[in-house]
């Protein structure tokens, strides 16, 4: 499964990501993709998810992108920040 977050930069991703991590293999959760329309603020903050995720074994890839289209395909969920 592929959850898409809008608004990845956010400062409330992280609090976000640890519970994805907490349920990763409960949902299923393969890749959590980040978009973002602040570059700087999506490498920031999708780079200390990434940190986070490796930190409890990777249970799913994290993607950052600043392209919608890309960020929303294949998404079974979208959630907005």
């Keep these: 499964m592929k959850v ?5 930069g ?5 609090e976000l990501a640890e519970g994805l991590i907490q349920g ?4 299923g959760l393969k890749t959590v ?3 973002d329309v602040d570059e700087k603020r999506l490498l920031i ?6 940190r986070m995720a490796k930190a409890k074994g990777n249970p799913f890839q994290v993607f950052l992108t600043m392209d919608r289209a890309e960020a929303i395909s294949g998404a079974s969920f979208v959630i907005t920040q």
């Design 4 to 8: 898409t977050v809008i608004g990845g």
């Design 10 to 14: 956010s400062t409330y991703t992280p």
């Design 24 to 27: 990763a293999t409960a949902l």
């Design 33 to 35: 993709t980040l978009y």
């Design 45 to 50: 903050v999708g780079n200390f998810v990434k």
